[in-house]
């Protein structure tokens, strides 16, 4: 079973970075699309930013211009740097990723565990 690790989360001050990781425990074939979510305290989990297996990228209107996604096909990792951080980016983060065989074939899709960020202000 495939399982997905983050990494990279801690506390920051106000204004300050991160850079999270998300690595498979294996190699993950067909990769579509590869994401990351966030999930604050008695809030509903929303997309933060996502990318696909053609390299487009989509964010959270909150982050734009503040953080990256970004990918490593061979490592089968996605990675998320944060800048700019506020107080309100606090939450924890999942990755996410979905694969991709056929119009007839259910994707799977994968999820980590979370990693916690707080940004202090």
């Known amino acids: 079973q495939v399982q997905l690790v983050e990494s990279g989360g801690g506390l920051v001050q106000a204004g300050g970075s991160l850079r999270l990781s998300c690595a498979a425990s294996?190699?993950?074939?067909?990769?579509?699309?590869m994401a990351w979510y966030r999930q604050a305290p008695g809030k509903q989990r929303e997309l933060v930013a996502a990318?696909?297996?053609?390299?487009?990228?989509n964010y959270a209107d909150s982050v734009k211009g503040r953080f990256t996604i970004s990918r490593d096909n061979a490592k089968n990792t996605v990675y998320l740097q944060m800048n700019s951080l506020k107080p309100e980016d606090t939450a924890v983060y999942y990755c996410?990723?979905?694969?991709?065989?056929?119009?007839?074939?259910?994707?799977?899709?994968?999820w980590g565990p979370g990693t916690q960020v707080t940004v202090s202000s």
């Open positions: 294996e190699t993950i074939f067909s990769i579509n699309t």
């Open positions: 990318i696909t297996s053609g390299d487009s990228t």
């Open positions: 996410e990723v979905v694969t991709y065989y056929s119009d007839y074939v259910i994707p799977d899709d994968y």
